[in-house]
């Protein structure tokens, strides 16, 4: 079955296929790239808490939901491995400095309303005619409002179709984010006691707004916030310490060529075999010429030949090369590397082989013929 390297890690091909549902993106090679870092991460994660010996349960969040044994694992790992100090006053002293209308309470509104909903058409659906009927409705009341009228409360128990008419259309203390846009947009701006000259329109219906008050907010002190900004830099800096642990990881993995191998059910292993003899033979720059000759009499000769003209022997030759692919490799060679070694009897030969080849051996050139229809 094919299997791909990335971040160091060898991923089988229907495993990869799997888990790119779990990431929906843009395309379907952004989904692989996602699933294809997740699944290295995790592996390298995991296999770095069984080196430790890390053992322990999974915890449950608020809302009752157990962590798998695998979440546990690299909670703790994280958790032992990834430390940040605590932010000094000082330092929180300068986050709030820096932006102190972070650090106000939001400005909080008291409101009533009369809802007119415009009724609707015996087919169920939106009836014009109703809705400028439901209009007119809600006019005709601010006119009369405006002509001195005390009975906002009255007629917001008479005609009000919302809940609140029972209240005299009180919405109570309201918070941003508390009403529609298109209502906090006409009640900003009002002033207390004054009446939207207008009637609002909302998915509701027309409404008839009123401001009753407004309190603005206001700053809270230094010592009352300080341990909500301790907090906030703390978070920030251990995420940034994670993924920094997590990209050395990463790259100890890449380094290795291919430091660990899942397999088909999402076990970790050590590493391919087949990288492993690659990696390790130190004997099999030894052993390349002769089998050269009988498998790739080509490739023995341009290696002969390179060897030359760098004044080295061929072994030596296929040693630097083994060193620079190691060096500048990424996960798409390290694939191509797999696949040429996994079915060899010494896969350490065909890998030094794979490697020789694409140094030595130019690419085939492709080219695209154009034939002109006579018109």
């Known amino acids: 079955m094919r299997a791909l390297v990335i971040d160091g890690v060898e991923i089988p091909e229907a495993l990869l296929a799997q888990e790119a549902q779990n990431h929906p993106g843009g395309s379907a090679a952004e989904a692989r790239a996602a699933a294809g870092h997740a699944l290295a991460i995790r592996a390298l994660l995991l296999h770095r808490a069984l080196e430790l010996g890390l053992e322990t349960t999974g915890q449950f969040d608020e809302r009752g939901r157990e962590e798998t044994l695998e979440e546990a694992l690299i909670r703790e790992l994280l958790d ?77 128990r008479q005609h009000s179709d919302c ?5 005299g259309g009180s919405l109570g203390q309201l918070s941003p984010g508390d009403l529609v846009p298109e209502i906090e947009r006409v009640l900003a701006g009002l002033a207390p006691g004054e009446v ?4 609002v329109r909302s998915r509701f219906g027309w409404h008839v707004l009123r401001l009753d008050r407004r309190i603005e907010g206001r700053q ?45 059910d999402g ?34 000769r341009r290696l002969a030949a390179a060897a030359l003209a760098a004044d080295e022997t061929p072994p030596d030759f296929a040693r630097a090369a083994m060193a620079e ?3 500048d490799a990424n996960d798409e060679r390290w694939t191509q590397l797999i696949s040429a070694a996994r079915d060899s009897e010494d896969p350490a030969l065909a890998c030094l082989a794979a490697v020789l080849r694409s140094k030595l051996v130019p690419a085939r050139k492709v080219f695209t013929v154009i034939r002109r229809v006579a018109s």
């Not at 809940?163 to 209240?167: D, R």
């Open 267 to 300: 076990g970790v292993r050590q590493g391919s075999a087949t990288l492993g003899d690659f990696l390790g033979d130190t004997g099999a720059a030894e052993r390349l010429v002769p089998w050269l000759d009988a498998v790739d009499a080509d490739l023995g």
């Open 80 to 156: 032992a491995e990834v430390e940040v100090a605590s932010p000094s006053d000082a330092e929180c002293r300068r986050v709030y400095d820096a932006a102190p209308g972070r650090f106000r309470t939001p400005a909080l509104t008291e409101a009533s309303h009369i809802l007119i909903e415009p009724r609707l058409s015996e087919r169920g659906g939106e009836d014009h005619a109703a809705i400028h009927a439901a209009h007119d409705v809600a006019a005709a009341m601010i006119l009369t409002l405006a002509a001195g009228a005390d009975g906002f409360a009255a007629l917001a």
């Open 196 to 199: 939207a000259a207008q009637p």
């Open 220 to 264: 809270l002190p230094f010592e009352m916030v300080v341990e909500v900004i301790r907090l906030h830099l703390e978070s920030r800096a251990w995420t940034s310490a994670a993924a920094r642990y997590v990209a050395e990881l990463t790259a100890q993995a890449r380094g290795q060529g291919v430091a660990l191998t899942l397999t088909d």
């Open 163 to 167: 809940p609140s008419g029972v209240t």
């Open 325 to 327: 692919f190691v060096a």
